[in-house]
């Protein structure tokens, strides 16, 4: 059966298609892209995976044209940046009525 596995990168995205025998999971698929051995930073044990953006266990038996996506770390909590952006834009707020109040 037909299946991809990708792995992005900020500049750039790395997908491999692959003919794979009917019970194939998720990890066995990512091990036979060789992705493993081209992106060293990638860790079985850490990366999440998913099939078409739904998050998947490495167990996962895939199905015929999945994609398997390897995940990178966050490198910040999306909770915080939200907040952070609200607080800014808060304050570019209430600074600009300041501003028009006293021209």
Same mark, same amino acid.
């Given at each position: 059966?037909?299946?991809?596995?990708?792995?992005?990168?900020?500049?750039?995205?790395?997908? +491999?298609?692959?003919?794979?025998? &009917?019970?194939?999971? +998720?990890?066995?698929? +990512?091990?036979?892209?060789?992705?493993?051995?081209?992106?060293? $930073?990638?860790?079985?044990?850490?990366?999440?995976?998913?099939?078409?953006?739904?998050?998947?266990?490495?167990?996962?038996?895939?199905?015929?044209? &999945?994609?398997? $996506?390897?995940?990178?770390?966050?490198?910040? &909590?999306?909770? $915080?940046?939200?907040?952070?952006?609200?607080?800014? @834009?808060?304050?570019?707020?209430? @600074?600009?009525? $300041?501003?028009? @109040?006293?021209?």
């Amino acid at each position: 059966m037909k299946v991809e596995v990708i792995y992005s990168l900020p500049a750039k995205s790395e997908l +491999v298609k692959l003919d794979v025998a &009917d019970g194939t999971t +998720v990890l066995q698929a +990512v091990e036979a892209s060789g992705l493993l051995e081209k992106y060293p $930073e990638i860790d079985v044990k850490k990366n999440k995976f998913g099939v078409y953006a739904k998050l998947a266990k490495a167990d996962a038996v895939l199905r015929e044209r &999945d994609r398997v $996506e390897i995940y990178r770390p966050l490198i910040a &909590d999306p909770k $915080e940046v939200r907040k952070q952006r609200a607080a800014e @834009g808060k304050v570019m707020k209430k @600074g600009a009525g $300041e501003e028009a @109040g006293t021209e």
